[in-house]
């Protein structure tokens, strides 16, 4: 599994498939998947303007 950080979000890539993780104002996920070569940047049902989290998103190696 890939795993990069995109404009502050996590996004892991295995086998064709994409899962991007990123804050969504306070206290809160947004947890997106797909099968497709690009997520869609779109907010369907997310209509309310979010505030800046703030949050900083760090990838490290496992440790031994």
């Given at each position: 599994m890939?795993?990069?950080i995109d404009h502050g979000a996590l996004?892991?890539?295995?086998?064709?498939e994409t899962l991007r993780i990123e804050a969504?104002?306070?206290?809160?996920?947004?947890?997106?998947?797909t099968r497709l070569s690009q997520i869609q940047d779109e907010n369907w049902a997310?209509?309310?303007?979010?505030?800046?989290?703030?949050?900083?998103?760090t990838i490290a190696d496992k440790a031994p």
């Open positions: 890939r795993f990069q996004v892991a890539r295995h086998n064709g969504w104002g306070k206290d809160s996920l947004r947890v997106r998947a997310l209509t309310e303007a979010v505030p800046e989290s703030g949050a900083e998103v």
